[in-house]
């Protein structure tokens, strides 16, 4: 079984500039998160999904960041316009639900981001 | 305001003792406790977890502890090896309002030589 995948590994973009990541989660995971770690800090959570509907998006900074999840499989977090303070690794985690607490999240490698 | 605090950036234990990482959380509403190993590149990795109904839980070289009236948890390796070198994350879950969402600390750098 494939694990999470996540695209691009690494994106380094100017400050103003739009970057997509995509994430790819474990197939039949109906449960997808977002969380992002920045400077060596803890990890913070970001959003979740549950199928294609946003269940927690409690954690997304601002506005300039915007998640989907289209058709409830992948999912894309666009941030416009970049800012400094968005340079960090942005982690994707998936759980096949049906959220329960114990559900295990597994994480993707992550997309390190680097706004200059 | 963080939530779940990770006081040790950084761990380094002999191979064959034991590894004590700890943390410490302040909301009284997380019910479930997990930790996660992390190797360079890579994404966390679920290690073990425990409910707030035990205090302790334990898997092969692993054990969880949880002192609720502390509000304090740590993960005992014994014993350590070199592969366990590794950042350790402390995360905790609310089961009420926000079920899967995740908090986690800063991390334990644990060092184990050889």
């Known amino acids: 079984e494939a694990g999470v995948t996540q695209f691009p590994s690494h994106s380094v973009i100017e400050k103003g500039q739009t970057v997509t990541l995509r994430c790819d989660p474990i197939?039949?995971?109906?449960?997808l998160y977002w969380y992002r770690r920045v400077m060596g800090k803890e990890i913070k959570f970001l959003l979740h999904f549950v199928k294609e509907s946003k269940q927690d998006e409690s954690g997304m900074p601002n506005n300039r960041f915007l998640a989907e999840r289209t058709g409830g499989t992948y999912s894309t977090l666009k941030v416009q316009p970049a800012e400094l303070e968005d340079s960090g690794v942005y982690f994707c985690a998936s759980s096949r639900g049906p959220g329960q607490i114990t559900d295990t999240q597994y994480f993707g490698p992550g997309t390190r981001l680097t706004v200059l | 305001d963080q939530q779940v605090k990770q006081n040790s950036p950084s761990l380094s234990v002999q191979e064959g003792r034991i590894s004590i990482l700890n943390c410490d959380y302040t909301n009284s509403m997380f019910d479930y406790f997990l930790w996660y190993k992390k190797y360079p590149a890579e994404g966390p990795t679920f290690l073990i977890s425990?409910?707030?109904?035990?205090d302790k839980n334990e898997d092969g070289r692993f054990t969880v502890f949880l002192n609720k009236s502390a509000k304090h948890l740590s993960l005992h390796i014994v014993p350590s090896q070199p592969g366990d070198s590794a950042v350790y994350f402390c995360?905790?879950?609310?089961?009420?309002?926000?079920?899967?969402?995740?908090?986690f600390g800063q991390g334990t750098i644990l060092t184990v030589h050889p």
């Open positions: 995360a905790a879950s609310d089961g009420g309002t926000s079920y899967g969402k995740l908090t």
């Open positions: 425990i409910s707030s109904i035990k």
């Open positions: 197939s039949g995971h109906d449960n």
